[in-house]
């Protein structure tokens, strides 16, 4: 069929002939039509002046060598790939004194090192090809089974394991780990994995309250009385902190509103503020109006939440008390948000060994229980100093030995390195 469509321009109009190896299509136009196929040759045979005579396939060997499908001919050759590093190792084990001499005394039927065999000529150890080491076919193995496409630049388990599958020599295991510590590109693209470098370097202790403090933000909350961010103000040396609902998205300008109304009024202007790299913190408005005031500012290094870990510390208990007090109705957070605060300056931080209330007014905080006329206390003046003054003693020497207790367990897990200048 694919023929008569092929000569279609020649065949029409004129008669020919169908020579077919198939003896029962010589009869199809007297046949029964009965199924598709006999339908759709019919109607391509259609007007055409012909006739179909039986021709047997061995008299017919041309035609039908053509009318093959291609897909389904046998195989007339086959080809493979052939590892001609073979030959050469077994070359080299010819000219290798210890693979001679390990040859010679199996070949004399000797006792020798166990798991040494002779196959075909070739020297093996247990069943694997024995590489002399007079030859350079270690290095080009190594090579092979690491820095190949195939081995991927692996570790030295993996590239053992594949090497050992196929091929034995003493001191394999010691090859494999300095040719892999030879590796450059491995050298240059691995990722270490030693301790970070560097020892950690902790702030400096403040020397009175609200000095020093750090900011960050609380974003994502549900939208409550127009309110979806929280600003958390924290004092660095009593720990006191600030949480204030703020409306996002915000301007460095309208969070300097917010500071000057709700921690300036309180505790005046600082001497330095410590915060991430917000977009808030590094403009230009931001770090002008600070700088002003004779605020330095401490932004902490990128990708390195370590540098304002009180912040981290105070927004993850914030979340948690919200969390844990508004599961059932979340979007009314920013009411809880003064209990909140009042919770965490009154309970028992354990870096200052005191409550950040009583770190910053010098008394604890006042209970809620009921209040019982006639049980106040006058104490005098110089008396009251005097406790005032061993309050912030004593609260900047638990400060230094909680420092020593955090450099102490985070240096464990660093390394200590120096550099010069040009490094």
């Known amino acids: 069929m694919f023929a008569i469509e092929k000569w279609r321009p020649y065949l029409l109009g004129n008669f020919f002939t169908i020579l077919i190896d198939h003896q029962t299509l010589k009869h199809l136009l007297d046949q029964r039509i009965s199924t598709p196929s006999q339908h759709k040759w019919l109607s391509k045979l259609l007007g055409y002046n012909y006739t ?4 047997p396939g061995k008299a017919n060997t041309v035609p039908d060598l053509l009318s093959r499908r291609h897909e389904v001919m046998a195989i007339q050759s086959v080809s493979a790939p052939i590892f001609d590093g073979i030959q050469l190792i077994d070359r080299a084990c010819l000219s290798d004194p210890e693979a001679q001499a390990i040859t010679t005394t199996i070949s004399n039927g000797t006792p020798t090192k166990k798991g040494f065999t002779v196959a075909q000529g070739r020297l093996l150890y247990k069943d694997r090809i024995f590489v002399p080491a007079t030859s350079d076919w270690r290095a080009k193995i190594l090579h092979e089974f690491h820095s190949s496409f195939q081995a991927g630049h692996s570790g030295y388990l993996r590239t053992l394991i594949r090497v050992s599958c196929n091929f034995a020599w003493p001191g394999m295991r010691r090859d494999v780990k300095t040719f892999i510590a030879a590796c450059d590109q491995c050298q240059r693209q ?13 702030l400096p202790i403040p020397d009175e309250v609200y000095v020093d403090i750090t900011m960050d933000f609380v974003d994502g909350l549900p939208i409550f009385d127009g309110y979806n961010a929280i600003t958390v103000v924290v004092d660095r040396f009593s720990k006191y902190a600030h949480f204030i609902a703020i409306t996002h998205p915000y301007t460095a300008s309208h969070i ?15 001497r330095s503020i410590v915060n991430d790299k917000d977009p808030i913190f590094i403009s230009h408005f931001w770090t002008a109006f600070f700088k002003l005031q004779g605020t330095h500012l401490c932004r902490s290094s990128a990708y390195h939440p370590e540098s304002d870990g009180q912040s981290e510390v105070v927004n993850r208990s914030l979340e948690h008390y919200l969390r844990c007090f508004v599961f059932d109705k979340p979007s009314s957070w920013s009411s809880f948000l ?3 605060e009042w919770w965490n300056n009154t309970t028992f931080h354990s870096t200052i060994k005191m409550s950040p209330f009583q770190a910053l007014y010098g008394r604890p905080p006042p209970s809620l229980s009921t209040y019982l006329p006639g049980t106040t206390k006058v104490h005098a003046v110089d008396t009251s100093l005097q406790a005032r003054d061993q309050l912030l003693k004593d609260l900047k020497d638990h400060m230094a030995n909680a420092q020593n207790r955090m450099k102490q367990h985070t240096d464990q897990r660093r390394t200590e390195r120096e550099f010069n200048e040009g490094d």
């Open 256 to 270: 300097a509103d917010i500071f000057m109304k709700e921690v300036f009024q309180l505790h005046g202007m600082p």
């Open 190 to 202: 691995n990722y270490e994995s030693i301790h970070p470098p560097g020892l950690l370097q902790p």
């Open 52 to 55: 179909i005579e039986d021709k």
């Open 338 to 340: 003064h209990w909140a």
